[in-house]
């Protein structure tokens, strides 16, 4: 069944301008386009559409929306990864919701809130600080390297961890499916990898991400977060970038 582009926007609630836009960006194109010109939708981009509206209430810009559904073909992996933001954004919008109430309930009563209540559900700064205090400890015991301590800006933060997440599991998925470390689809997955590390703030080229692979080879810390995802990642990783640095040299 085909749904016309006003079909689609009264279901989805989306406005036709929005899913013109979305055509026009490659986003979410049509199944076909009729012989009088009009768009038309199966089943399959519904649930496209679907999925990048639980990325948009996740505040992911389009940008990356669309690097992450065009590398990330398995909607099951789509949606349970999707449902983990979505609980962990509920979750802290619990905290949240619970200080205003108690903030609420001081007010009327006459009572302060105690200091240590007044900015439950704000940390999530705090948060991303705990996850990496154990690698930021590694570094400085065991190279005096300090990782910056500037604020985190959480969004951004949140945007890599799910683009390096899904990079992570192309490559994991490229090792198990025996395809080759220097087969042209994994030197694509390294180079949209790049392109979206340098897009937002880094400086890596080729020869640095290779580095950087030879370096988690001869890092426990590093090797073992590596192979506690699969055996040889780390290894595959390496060999694969590598080849890619050799290509681009």
Known sequence: ?????????????????????????GLLQPA?????GYRLYGTKELERLQTILFYRELDFPLEQIGQLLDREPDRAAILAEQESLMQQRRERLDRIMDTLRKTKASLESGKPL?????????EEEEAWREALQEQTDYLQEQYGIELQTEPIDVQEMNEQAAEAAAF??????????????????????IRDHLTFMNGHGHQVSAADFAAQTSFFMQDDFHLKMLEGQQIGLAYYLNAAAESYAKAEA
Request: charged share 25%; hydrophobic share 40%.
């Open 114 to 122: 105690p200091q240590e209540e007044l900015f439950v559900g704000f």
């Open 1 to 25: 069944m085909l749904f016309t582009v006003k079909e689609v926007s009264d279901l989805s609630k989306v406005t036709i301008k929005t899913l013109h836009h979305y055509h026009k960006i």
């Open 168 to 189: 992570m599991r192309d490559m994991t998925a490229s090792l198990q499916g025996g395809v080759m470390h220097n087969d042209p689809r994994v030197q694509e997955l």
């Open 32 to 36: 076909e386009i009729s012989e009088a």
